[in-house]
Nanobody
């Protein structure tokens, strides 16, 4: 199993970035995919999830209206489009995968597989 996150970098406040997470080694379409983030000194925080079954897409309140999660099952890839970035969005962003048979959605412990993280730095 592998989750390879990419797309992080340094951007000015108000700018945009698009993160990608390429998955392999499991049946992507049967997994809920999620983005978490972790700022220095903080715990891992839920950002957004794309359910394997579709439906309503949950977002953290702090990113609603600015971030959009999407997935391409044909490419085994999940994306996070981040617009209107703020310095408070600075963090390492992780993608994660949760089996459709698992419970929960918002806690890191709910997820089976994790990517290595990609650093997003937003300057003021």
């Amino acid at each position: 199993v592998q989750l390879q996150a990419s797309g992080g970098g340094l951007v000015q406040a108000g700018g945009s970035l698009r993160l990608s997470c390429a998955a392999s080694g499991f049946i992507f379409s049967s997994y809920t995919m999620c983005w978490f983030r972790q700022a220095p000194g903080n715990g891992r925080e839920f950002v957004a999830a794309s359910r394997w079954s579709g439906g309503i897409t949950p977002y953290a309140d702090s990113v609603k209206g600015r971030f959009t999660i999407s997935r391409d099952n044909a490419k085994n890839t999940v994306y996070l489009q981040m617009n209107s970035l703020e310095p408070e969005d600075t963090a390492v962003y992780y993608c994660a995968a949760k089996s459709k048979y698992g419970s929960g959605l918002y806690a890191p412990a709910d997820y089976n597989f994790w990517g290595q993280g990609t650093l997003v730095t937003v300057s003021s």
